[in-house]
């Protein structure tokens, strides 16, 4: 096990109804001027705006409002975002909404403190002041909601890079499972895609010795593979629902991939597709990962079958293991197919033509990505074209 | 699942040779004089204590030190230690050492501020401030590094009574498993049986449809049925004693036991055994815990069966569920014997004679407890019973 760091302060406030209680929270945590920042439609209609204003205004919080936020979020909005904090002397910003909204909001918290240009803090210079930010979270995804992580899209040029910090970390989190109950079957089945990515993202690494994560990373997964088909079946079904979104907590919170290397480059890798053709990023994910697994699974092929074995149930080959590794990512694009997910560049709606782009945008030049197996342009081009052409076998 | 709040806001500063870097820690969480608060002589010993002196120093921090905690930590001494710490205006608690010396700053650090006697914090009164708490954690047992409580022993009377508030979460807990490596084999196990306890306790609920915290606990136990023999069989295996040292922390920090109604009887039972003779807290609860199994499982077969066959690794009889829950147990008290650890009174050093005086001081007469199975306090009776005369088969 590696040496590290674990820090994840933010308060979790868990379970139906909770978003009522947004305006004492906010009050905990110091906030008197807040901007309460959205998306589209859903959170109007649904009636939370609503649910949140009426929270701070029974805490006497003034607030302002900015919505508008769109998936894979635009660095547009977030100027406009940091022009008006500035404007309002807001101290605290409040996302409600879901990955993108959250992104948004610990952009702007950033941004309003920087002296510059906010893009500079997603083109590697490391954010050193932030506005608190805290979440009413509508859907279980992008872990957005205890990270320390956010990822925006420069409108102009259609680049989507991140930044972290432990800054962002939201000071508290609303989570009330009820809330994702009237997401399409589609926008679930993104935002599971994208939880068991992030756990596969700590999963696969070279780092040995690591059981308490390998167990913790499989606990988050079967929860998955169990959960998600439930919701599919049945919207409605609460209990599932609340499982699958405390998992996407503990899946990106770090709590699962301390002291290990991390992989990383399918997130990258997908980052080209939904920055290209505006696709949800979990859709990306299950077109590109399981492509990735099948790329890379010989550089450990017993750590494919503890994965096939422990998460999607397959029996151990023990004369054949490379088979067990196989079975098990296949399992895994099948639950993807089963579960509604693209699995291939024509179900995502992406070209094959596009790749040479993809590969140039994707920018490691003659070098070497890092992770679980360090990936040349040559490779990531291979990955992208077994990635056009799957079939769910 | 149920409603909750989780917050675990404690930094965790991971990995060998990380006490040297705690003076910059207590600086950044605002210390400016720190009481030094331990144990008996393996910090002096080891050389911990210098280490920590001299990393102190190094960051100009003023300290004064307060040393002698013993295990089950003694009301006596925290007088002592809130007096110490008013005379000499000291603003910061480090507690260098395991649970009992954690958990004796910590009833410091709410002492201090307390207008009155500081035990009636530990009688029902619930803590409203607290000076802040940091550790450097010498062995892998209590969670105390990551939780909200403190269990203390009245010196007079031999009552051991704990309190719970998320004021007591440390600030930051370094944590270095090699510090672990000079502990005996014996408290080793007895550590590890407390991480175990720590998850059962919440693992045994009547709460339906808990998939993500059950699988969670379950990742931390299957860690410990295979880390645990290692460490014992080769105690300088840093490796197997990291894995089982932030097992210990997931084990009680609750992110493995949000959502859930918990149990908690085998702790307080084992409790009037500490209290009484004196015992390590670890071994106490392997004598109690498998008896309180054996009691209580026919009030859930099935959760037995699913802790006997993915804990354990039993084959599961559908033709004789009950058959399967036993051999879970059986295997657990096996494990624990294996492990060396008393499985029952004589090994432990208790007299069954005293189970009346034992019942009396659980103190919960003509009513019941709560959790898993409610207790009365003939069943309590009875549990000391089972345990008392408990084999292993």
Redesign the interface.
């Known amino acids: ?18 978003a009522a209680e947004t305006g004492s929270y906010v009050k905990k945590y110091g906030g008197s001027k807040v901007l309460i920042h959205f998306g589209g439609g859903s959170a109007v209609r649904s009636g939370l705006l609503d649910t949140v204003r009426a929270s701070l205004e029974e805490s006497g919080i003034e607030y302002r409002e900015l919505g508008g936020v769109q998936p894979n979020p635009r660095d547009t909005l977030v100027y406009k975002g940091i022009e008006l904090v500035r404007a309002e002397k807001i101290d605290f910003i409040l996302a409600v909404g879901g990955g993108s909204v959250i992104d948004s909001a610990k952009a702007i918290a950033i941004g309003v403190p920087y002296d510059g240009d906010f893009w500079d803090l997603y083109s590697g210079k490391h954010p050193e002041k932030a506005l608190p930010v805290a979440t009413v979270l509508t859907i279980a995804a992008a872990g957005s909601e205890g990270s320390g992580n956010s990822v925006i899209t420069k409108e102009d040029g259609k680049l989507k890079r991140g930044t972290g910090s432990d800054l962002l970390r939201p000071r508290f989190s609303v989570m009330d ?1 009820a809330l994702t109950q009237s997401l399409p079957a589609y926008q679930t089945a993104c935002g599971a895609t994208d939880i068991m990515a992030h756990v596969f993202e700590r999963y696969f690494t070279n780092t ?6 390998d ?2 990373c ?3 997964l ?2 998955m593979v ?2 998600v088909p439930r919701v599919i079946a049945d919207p409605d079904n609460y ?2 629902r ?3 979104m ?2 996407g907590t ?1 899946a990106h919170n770090n ?1 699962v991939g ?2 290990r290397e991390q992989d990383w480059n399918s997130h990258g890798i997908e980052h080209e597709l939904s920055a290209l053709y505006d696709c949800a990023h979990g859709a990306g994910l299950a077109v590109i990962m399981p492509a990735w697994m099948e790329f890379v699974y010989k550089h450990d092929v017993m750590r494919f079958c503890q994965m096939a074995t422990r998460v999607f149930g397959c029996a151990m080959n023990f004369d054949d293991p490379e088979s067990t590794a196989l079975a098990g990512i296949r399992a895994f694009r099948r639950f993807l197919h089963d579960i509604g997910m693209p699995i291939n560049f024509a179900e995502l709606g992406a070209d094959p033509k596009d790749i040479p782009a993809l590969v140039e945008k994707f920018g490691i030049g003659d070098g070497r990505t890092g992770g679980f197996v360090k990936l040349s342009a040559a490779d990531v081009t291979e990955i992208y074209k077994i990635a056009a052409a799957a079939v769910c076998e």
Chains 1, 2 share one sequence.
């Open positions: 096990m590696e040496n590290f760091n674990f820090y994840s302060p933010t308060e979790f406030v868990f379970g139906k109804g909770r499972p040995r010795e690591v059981e308490i994560t167990r913790l499989e606990a988050v079967c929860t169990r959960e209990e599932a609340a499982n699958i405390w998992a503990v709590v301390v002291g």
